[in-house]
């Protein structure tokens, strides 16, 4: 029998949204407030967060701003 082992690396985004779920103490969805807020649309977002796209520094800085981490939390 062969057991298959899928590896998932977390993207620095997704690393910082889980934290933020840490401190909120709860599930954080993304609402419409939330995308007019940062200026990034929700297949933007979704694309950076699973790690299809890279944020550019304006994405960057806004979304460090939002979950209150520093850029390079975002970066690395």
Request: with cysteine; charged share 25%; glycine share 4%.
């Amino acid at each position: 029998m062969m057991q298959h082992t899928q590896i998932t690396t977390e993207t620095p985004l997704q690393r910082v949204v889980a934290k933020y779920e840490e401190h909120i103490c709860g599930k954080w969805k993304p609402t419409n407030h939330f995308y007019k807020h940062v200026r990034i649309n929700q297949k933007r977002f979704g694309m950076i967060l699973r790690g299809e796209l890279v944020m550019n520094v304006d994405e960057a800085k806004t979304l460090a701003n939002f979950f209150k981490v520093s850029t390079n939390d975002l970066i690395n």
